[in-house]
């Protein structure tokens, strides 16, 4: 499994961007993908530090959202292009962060949703990609 995420930049408060997580290695309808965030030096280090924010069940089309982004995020995917998208409006300084995505397979016996705890006891990992936002 490989994910690569695509799309952060410097922004200003509420513009908009969107980020891209192209995947490959497995079947695209049979996975659960997230967003993640993490900033560096705020909170714990590594995966358990990962704010979940938005997951995709790509079998069904489900999704969910944290409170903080509802309204204002999108996620979505393409599975002609096995990309997940997260579309992001109304960007504020409080979301900047390195966002990740995240992937695991809704049939090997870890996956509730919204997947999040599953991912990181056992998913795959993107690298991630810098979101800044100035205010």
């Known amino acids: 499994v490989q994910l690569v995420e695509s799309g952060g930049d410097l922004v200003q408060a509420g513009d908009s961007l969107r980020l891209s997580c192209a995947t490959s290695?497995?079947?695209?309808?049979?996975?659960?993908v997230a967003w993640f965030r993490q900033t560096p030096g705020k909170g714990r280090e590594g995966v358990l530090g990962?704010?979940?924010?938005?997951?995709?069940?790509?079998?069904?089309?489900?999704?969910f959202y944290i409170d903080s982004v509802k309204g204002r995020f999108t996620i979505s995917s393409d599975k002609a292009a096995k990309t997940v998208y997260l579309q992001m409006s109304d960007l504020k300084p409080e979301d900047t962060a390195n966002y990740i995505c995240a992937a695991i397979s809704l049939d090997g016996g870890w996956y509730e949703p919204p997947g999040f705890a599953a991912m990181r006891i056992a998913g795959s990992w993107g690298r991630g990609t810098q979101v800044t936002v100035s205010s």
């Open positions: 290695g497995f079947t695209f309808d049979t996975y659960s």
């Open positions: 990962r704010e979940g924010i938005s997951s995709i069940n790509l079998r069904d089309g489900t999704t």
